[in-house]
């Protein structure tokens, strides 16, 4: 059984490695990215340079090691493959947790609250219905309104 289960997870993660595109930098944001989570959550995000440097600055903020060589090729790499300028609007009545995240910079007990009152009431109609929701700021939806469909 441990060894079916050490095979599975073994795929699982060389398949989602397979995902990222080729070039430069991929091996180190493999490599710093799975310190602390999956792989799909850090590429979730589409930003430009800066965007990349603040999330980089913010996960060296919070543990993440690498040397400044390692940051300096990651975030050209990111910067490079997840650009912001092909962020897709956030549909709120079907994103997942990990979409409402990324998408809106929600925090994970945010992104469950959405889910949770959006299963509780029905789909979101408005950026009114949004600012409804318990444990959310209503200035992050209205932060984010460019980027939300219904």
């Known amino acids: ?9 073994a795929a699982l993660g060389a398949a989602l490695a397979q995902d ?26 589409r930003q430009d340079r800066e965007g990349w440097g603040r999330t980089m600055a913010k996960m060296g903020a919070l543990g993440m090691k690498s040397s400044d ?6 975030l050209e790499y990111l910067a490079k493959n997840y650009p912001a300028d092909e962020v897709p609007k956030v549909n709120v009545n079907r994103a997942t947790a990990i979409q409402l995240e990324s998408g809106l ?3 994970r007990s945010e992104a469950a609250a959405v889910l949770a ?18 444990g959310v700021d209503p200035a992050k939806f209205e932060a984010k309104k460019d980027r939300i469909a219904f």
């Open 1 to 9: 059984m441990i060894r079916r289960l050490t095979f599975v997870l």
């Open 20 to 45: 990222l595109p080729d070039g430069p930098g991929r091996a180190e944001v493999e490599k710093l990215c799975k310190q602390c989570h999956e792989i799909a959550r850090s590429v979730s995000l």
């Open 69 to 74: 060589h390692e940051f300096r090729v990651v």
């Open 105 to 107: 910079s929600l925090r």
């Open 117 to 134: 009152h959006r299963a509780k009431h029905g789909e979101f109609k408005s950026i009114d219905d949004l600012k409804r929701i318990e």
